[in-house]
């Protein structure tokens, strides 16, 4: 048996108070009483109907109003978050690109094949030294690895913005929330501080499904924060 939800159970109520008044004001005004008591039964059923409908359109005006600009205004903040969010994660294909020495005008992040992307990894070192990249400050710079980078400037900042945008959570989507939560259970997200060691491994072969997964998943995001952007810009 379908359960009906909060929405569904006032909209349901809602109905069933202006038909009372129809019945009661309008259809049913001239007709004789079926019982002795019809027509007191009648006005009030039809005075709780009133009382509904006015209650309805100040819990409309005041709460489900108020809600859906107050989640518009903070979604617009979320966006700007999960955009970084998403540009942060798409930072583990950009350090394989360059660790593999290709480059960024043969592939694209949206549309690269994962036997593509398993032939870029066997390609790049994750010990290697990065270059013209560093870790550290401005004052202080720090030779990077092309697998510390992807920790730092990946999986570090991915978390750092995971925890801005569950701030909001209460006006967050559960689709959003599932898809953000899916970055952080992936193998990959699990695997990753194992980058901020030396490894064993010559080159990111051992890693290349598991990348390709979070790649997925960070596409999936991508284009669901776009599509709800569009649909709040249109609102």
Request: aromatic share 14%; glycine share 2%.
């Amino acid at each position: 048996m379908k359960i009906l939800n909060q929405r569904q159970l006032l909209n349901l109520l809602l109905f069933a108070s202006i038909v009372t008044i129809l019945l009661n004001d309008f259809l049913l005004n001239e007709m004789t009483e079926i019982v002795s008591f019809g027509d007191e039964l009648g006005t009030v059923l039809s005075n709780l109907s009133l009382a509904y409908i006015s209650s309805f359109i100040f819990y409309y005006v005041v709460v489900v109003l108020k809600e859906k600009k107050d989640k518009k205004n903070i979604y617009f903040t979320v966006y700007e978050w999960t955009d970084q969010l998403v540009g942060r994660a798409y930072s583990v294909y950009h350090n394989v690109i360059v660790a593999s020495g290709a480059t960024h005008t043969d592939y694209d992040k949206k549309t690269i094949t994962k036997e593509q992307f398993r032939e870029l990894c066997n390609l790049g070192n994750p010990n290697a030294i990065a270059t013209n990249t560093f870790l550290g400050t401005p004052t202080n710079p720090q030779q990077a690895t092309y697998g510390q980078l992807i920790y730092n400037n990946s999986v570090s900042n991915v978390k750092a913005y995971t925890e801005r945008i569950f701030n909001y959570m209460p006006f967050l989507d559960t689709e959003f929330v599932k898809l953000i939560n899916r970055l952080h259970s992936s193998t990959f997200f699990l695997v990753a501080p194992t980058f901020l060691r030396h490894t064993r491994n010559t080159d990111f072969s051992v890693y290349a499904d598991n990348m390709f997964e979070f790649l997925e998943l960070v596409r999936e995001l991508d284009n669901y924060n776009s599509i709800r952007n569009k649909e709040l810009i249109k609102d």
